[in-house]
């Protein structure tokens, strides 16, 4: 499998009254072909400055990025024909329709006139293509950002947050064209904050923190890696949680007792557990592995899960303040 | 080229543009309507009527006089006496050549001499327009967004900011261009129907041409500038505010503090003095607080005269510092 869009080392630095903040701070990506790689990371983590660096609207202060197999931003005129894409928010000049919007989109980049009725009808737009932009919901904003990515055919898709303002029937419908696109050979690279539909539809993943790497590969590989050997234990009593974690703790493992149960790890076998509890006539309700999902890997990597009674701040994650705040 | 057909479709199809062009022409129509209906064709009844009235107006005049001669030497000796002169054969007696029948016609439009002002009229309106939709094109592209998706899709800023510029100046080009076909026509009629026609020779076309010419490129200056600035600041209020900026500042305010300061040729920081000095050749202004004494005509006041390669010269200057630096943040800055 080759890789249709290679980053190494990017990064973007920004200048303002307040000091320097660093962006991109040496950030890498890897995107195989006909894959749909998920692109994650919390808010001000630089997931939007990288795609819109690797588009060419964005300047960057060093790196290196390879799109198609062309060095980008300088072969980038002549890859753009072959890279959907659309940045952040869905944007259109409000008094033009749909249809004119993508005819003219069309127009611009030599794309034939027939494609505009086939991409409206392929996001649901076909009967509302005639009506101003301004009066479309932003979820069909959005449909529409992803039929004016989808226009001009293109090998790579770059989608950031495409299921932003979408219903639940369009949120499946966005994850169903994903796949058919990725099937028909196309490789998508999609940002999202919906953390279970990467986990749904994504084959591999890039988690971005503070500007940089935190995580990539397979989806598989990624929660295997950060997955823990936790097992979560019930004993028949609420009193004998005490003495159960004492009895556990004895043995080697690690216990935090939660209110109605005990949250064991470091225990290479079950039946370990119920061994040590029985021989203190203690005995198991419940003995259940806790499955690691996308969300908790993606939260202890960027270090953004929530701490009762505090309130994170935007720039607060993973590898911050050291790289990212700004004053530095 | 699909670039240009692009921009061109974009340019015409805003509903701002045609409201604006639509806007311009119902004024110049109410232009063209107010001097058609002013105006009358020099008739020998028409001819016929005004020397009649001067005729009247003579005799009244006559009696007028005499009735206040007779008045004057009736107050001889009392104390009316000195409303009038000391020696009532002074009253002013009127002559026939006081009361020029030409003074009693109505107003006829003379292509030859009224054409060229009806030109300028159409540049004034045509470059503020120019200068709204060249904003507006490029200025509502970058707020709303349009200018990054055209950005995703060609990648190559300067290309792509030029091509629009193209396509505005050869949109408004054309516009003005039969605009002013039209306007020469329908003049012409007018000229025809109330006014006349005569004095029209090749040089006298020549010098209309010139003046169309003149017209055309002030038109696609507005439009440019207003372009350039909506460019610069990514929105077409730059524009606009840039515009109210340079009226408030040099207009009024740093022309009237000049004026108060006894500042020679503080007129020469007013835009309109450049703009007539553009359309008609040369512009005259006057120093009121000089005198060059002359012994055959006495004081004077000292004159400036802007010339319309000056006024060609501060326009092109103005053109390139704004585009070029729309065309240098174009390529330097990000797009976010």
């Known amino acids: ?147 004016s ?116 790890a470091n225990v290479d076998k079950p039946a370990l557990i119920t061994r040590a509890l029985a021989a203190r006539d203690l005995y198991v309700s419940e003995l259940a592995p806790v499955s690691v ?22 720039d607060q994650s993973a590898m911050s303040p050291a790289q990212g705040a700004w004053g530095q | 080229m699909s670039l240009y057909k692009a921009e061109t479709r974009r340019l015409i199809k805003r509903r701002f543009t045609k409201w604006l062009v639509a806007g311009s022409l119902v004024v110049l129509a109410a232009i063209l309507a107010g001097i058609f209906l002013t105006n009358q064709k020099s008739s020998p009844e028409v001819i016929a009527k005004a020397k009649a009235e001067a005729t009247q107006q003579y005799q009244q005049a006559v009696q007028r006089t005499a009735s206040d001669k007779q008045a004057c030497v009736a107050a001889q000796g009392t104390p009316n006496a000195s409303q009038w002169p000391s020696n009532c054969d002074d009253l002013y007696q009127p002559t026939p050549e006081d009361f020029d029948y030409r003074s009693y016609m109505p107003s006829t439009f003379e292509f030859s001499k009224n054409f060229t002002v009806m030109v300028t009229t159409l540049a004034a309106i045509f470059a503020l327009m120019a200068f709204v939709i060249g904003a507006s094109f490029v200025g509502a592209e970058w707020s709303s967004g ?38 020469t026509g329908l003049f012409w009629i007018v000229a025809t129907l109330r006014g006349t026609t005569t004095g029209m020779t090749a040089g006298a076309w020549q010098s209309v041409a010139l003046t169309e010419t003149r017209a055309t490129v002030l038109v696609l200056t507005a439009a440019a500038l207003g372009f350039g600035l909506a460019s610069l600041g990514r929105h077409t209020a730059m524009a606009l505010g840039a515009a109210i900026g340079v009226v408030i500042l040099f207009q009024f305010g740093l022309v009237t503090v000049l004026s108060m300061a006894k500042v020679k040729f503080a007129e020469a920081l007013l835009v309109p003095y ?63």
């Open chain 1, 1 to 147: 499998m080759s890789a249709v869009l290679e980053i190494a080392g990017l990064q973007k630095t920004y200048r303002s009254r307040k000091g320097v903040r660093r962006a991109l701070d040496g950030f890498d990506m890897v995107v195989e072909s006909g894959q749909v790689h998920g692109f994650l990371g919390p808010n001000g983590s630089g997931k939007t400055t990288t795609l819109r660096t690797l588009l060419g609207l964005i300047k960057p202060n060093g790196g290196r990025m390879v799109l198609l197999g062309r060095e980008v931003p300088a072969a980038l005129p002549e890859v753009a024909g072959q890279v959907g894409a659309i940045v952040e928010s869905p944007q259109f000049f409000g008094p033009f329709t749909a249809k004119d919007t993508l005819s003219l989109l069309a127009d611009a980049g030599g794309v034939d006139q027939r494609r505009v009725t086939e991409v409206l009808e392929l996001v649901g737009l076909r009967d509302r293509a005639k009506e101003r932009v301004k009066t479309y919901s932003l979820g069909m904003k959005q449909r529409l950002a992803v039929a």
């Open chain 1, 149 to 264: 990515a989808l226009l001009k055919q293109p090998q790579l898709l770059i989608l950031d947050e495409p299921a932003n303002g979408l219903d639940p029937g369009g949120i499946r419908e966005m994850r169903t064209l994903m796949r058919n696109l990725a099937e028909s050979g196309m490789t998508v690279l999609l940002s999202s904050h919906i953390l279970g539909e990467i986990q749904l539809i994504c084959d591999s993943v890039t988690i971005i923190s503070a500007g940089r790497r935190v995580a990539t590969g397979s989806v598989a590989d990624v929660l295997a890696q950060h997955a823990s050997t936790s097992v979560r234990v019930r004993v028949e009593s609420d009193l004998d949680m005490p003495a159960a974690a004492e009895a556990l703790r004895a043995a080697g493992a690690e216990v935090r007792l939660e209110h109605d149960h005990l949250m064991v």
């Open chain 1, 293 to 314: 999902d996308l969300e908790s890997v993606f939260l202890e990597l960027t270090g953004t899960a929530p701490v009762e009674g505090q309130n994170r701040q935007v």
């Open chain 2, 146 to 183: 349009g200018m990054m998706n055209l950005l995703l899709w060609r990648p190559q800023r300067l290309k792509v900011l030029g091509t629009k510029l193209v396509a505005l100046l050869v949109g408004m080009g054309v516009l003005t261009a039969a605009a002013l076909a039209a306007w």
């Open chain 2, 274 to 336: 450049w703009v007539q000095a553009w359309m008609d050749k040369s512009v005259k202004i006057e120093d009121y607080n000089s005198c060059d004494f002359s012994s055959t005509q006495g004081c004077q006041p000292a004159t400036l005269t802007i010339t319309w390669p000056m006024a060609g010269g501060v326009l092109a200057v103005a053109l390139v510092l704004v585009v070029g630096a729309a065309m240098w943040t174009m390529r330097s800055r990000d797009v976010t």
